[in-house]
């Protein structure tokens, strides 16, 4: 699967359909709140779907490794600290996506986000994926850009690390694709995730 990667960053085109794409797991820490989870297995389902749905001209897909309950204490993310905290449930190996009732914008405390990709400011080289449970379907998506390689927003419509996805199925520019192969690369190199 690396072989492939390795492939893919060679020719740097931005749309090749891989034959075996790498498949990487991620785990859904779902928040809890007095009535129950914040969201349902559908809204998870949903979520990994289009972010395969996206990924899939690019090598890349997600597996569901594990859905698990996340406290309540954790369920309105309104800090950085509140961020940071949630590193102490990080697993090994796995994108680790936290999904929360509520997500504040810690540079614009009047503003709500709908996910942020989180780097631990205690815990140096842990990130992680925050989602809030009124993200689309295609916020996982971003942020998954975001985690492997591709920290800056872009301002073409269409594209999938811009606000403005349109109408089409987002895309990667040819840069963004081939960060993004150099980040998988990278990881599983370094052990950081592990290919399912």
Not at 95 to 123: A, Y
């Amino acid at each position: 699967m690396v072989g492939l990667l390795t492939l893919l960053l060679s020719r740097g085109f931005a749309h090749a359909v891989a034959q075996t794409p790498v498949t990487l797991a991620v785990v859904f820490h779902v928040a809890r709140a007095p009535d129950g989870p914040v969201v349902d297995a559908a809204f998870l389902s949903e979520r990994l779907a289009r972010a395969n749905q996206i990924f899939a001209a690019y090598g890349v897909a997600f597996s569901l490794r594990a859905t698990v309950a996340l406290g309540a204490e954790h369920a309105a993310v309104e800090t950085r600290d509140d961020r940071d905290a949630l590193d102490s449930q990080l697993e090994r190996g796995v994108i680790n996506c936290f999904v929360v009732r509520s997500l504040r914008d810690v540079d614009d405390p009047t503003q709500v986000r709908r996910g942020v990709h989180w780097h631990s400011r205690t815990h140096p080289g842990a990130h992680y994926v925050i989602l809030s449970s009124i993200a689309a379907s295609g916020v996982l998506a971003h942020e998954l850009g975001h985690f492997l390689g591709n920290p800056e927003h872009d301002q073409a419509a269409g594209n999938l690390m811009s606000y403005d996805w349109g109408t089409e199925l987002p895309v990667l520019n040819a840069t963004q694709a081939r960060r993004l192969a150099q980040a998988v690369s990278g990881y599983l190199r370094r052990h950081e995730l592990q290919a399912e």
